[in-house]
């Protein structure tokens, strides 16, 4: 089909902004979609708001016909040119993008952008933030209004990171253009607009989230069910993480495995299963205050779920595994899924040395001791030894 569809970018300054070709692709429209802040600043006769909850049915009734849709700044970044463009034809749209929020930004305050963490947290928790919070780290972040930006300044320094300077920007690229700084633990400006975005100076003394794999255990809220740091690592190493990739965390205990695995790429996926209620729910707070909050979380027995998740790419089994389990898994994950299983006692040592036998792959047995006090010196600590069974399917 010949091209159609014009997704139009514009900024606050409207059209006064728009590029020639954008001006000609409205003219030529026989109707324009877009919301009703966009809609207010053109002329056109046919001009038609986004239905609520938004769809983009209207616009695909008009398949064929002249047709525009306005969108802010990019379209393709929080915009409705994505999803326009996953139900067209590449020969059926054209887009004619403006200046995003985040270029604006940058050109504001001189930041360079490749080296600037840009966030639309503008539907998306303040918790996202936090793998990224460092002294020096520079980020623009979209929000949703001004209580969002005291909410903001809040959570950071709940952080520790109070005295990280915020650039509060307001309806950039437009004649209410307005910027103003200010410390996050002493932000006291109340009237600020809803179309928002801050940039910030990341300053204070708060803990820094480390990027390997293996963090910390007090990181996480456990009553001592929890993959220990040492193992945990070397369960993610063996799980491989990659990007796009889905995770199956069963018996997730805390959720330190499943929020690893997520926090090593934004486009990870993980459902992790815990039987305890109690523990699923620790799971989710954690989860959502390390910036995972993306895991999805199922709780009950893993035999009774396994058939409603998305196939896997890797599985993880803490612990609680037995035969009927793992038959169970074997029968289902697809070729070249990743497949980790940790053992401590001496019956499921030798059922995972038994699959071993079985199917191959690696098996790793896993020694550990701690230097502690013992009398007035020192001595060392065994902890139990874990045997981590590994294969590809």
Known sequence: MAEWLSIIGIGEDGPDGLSAASRHALRSAAAVFGGPRHLAMIDHPDRRPWPVPFSIAPVLALRGQPVAVLASGDPFWHGAGGTLAAALAPGEWRAFPAPSVFSLAAARIGWRIEDTLCLGLHAAPLAGLRPHLAPGRR???????????????????????????????????????????????????????????????????????????????????????????????????????????????????????????????????????????????????????????????????????????????????????????????????????RLVAHAVTLETEALLAAWHHAQGGSLLRIELSEAAPLGRRRGWKASYPVVQWSVTR
């Open 139 to 337: 980020a623009i972040l979209t929000l949703r209004d001004g209580a969002a930006v005291a909410e903001l300044a809040r959570w950071l320094a709940a952080e520790g990171f109070g005295d990280s300077a915020l650039a509060v920007m307001e309806h950039l690229g437009g004649a209410r253009e307005r910027i103003r700084h200010a410390r996050a633990e002493a932000l006291d400006l109340a009237d600020i607009g809803a179309l928002v975005a801050v940039a910030v100076t990341v300053q204070g003394a708060g803990r820094i989230m480390p990027h390997a794999s293996g963090l910390a255990d007090d990181w996480f809220d456990h009553d001592g069910q929890i993959t220990k740091r040492p193992v945990r690592a070397l369960a993610l190493s063996a799980l491989a993480p990659r990007p796009g990739e889905m995770l199956w965390d069963i018996g997730a205990g805390s959720g330190s495995v499943g929020i690893e695995w997520l926090l090593a790429d934004p486009s990870c996926r993980a459902v992790a299963i815990e039987r305890d209620v109690a523990r699923a729910e620790r799971a989710r707070g954690n989860a959502d205050r390390l910036g995972a909050g993306r895991l999805a979380i199922r709780a009950g027995e893993a035999l009774d779920l396994l058939d409603g998740l998305p196939p896997p790419d890797a599985v993880f089994v803490g612990g609680g595994g037995d035969d009927a389990l793992l038959a169970a898994l074997w029968g289902r994950l697809p070729a070249g899924c």
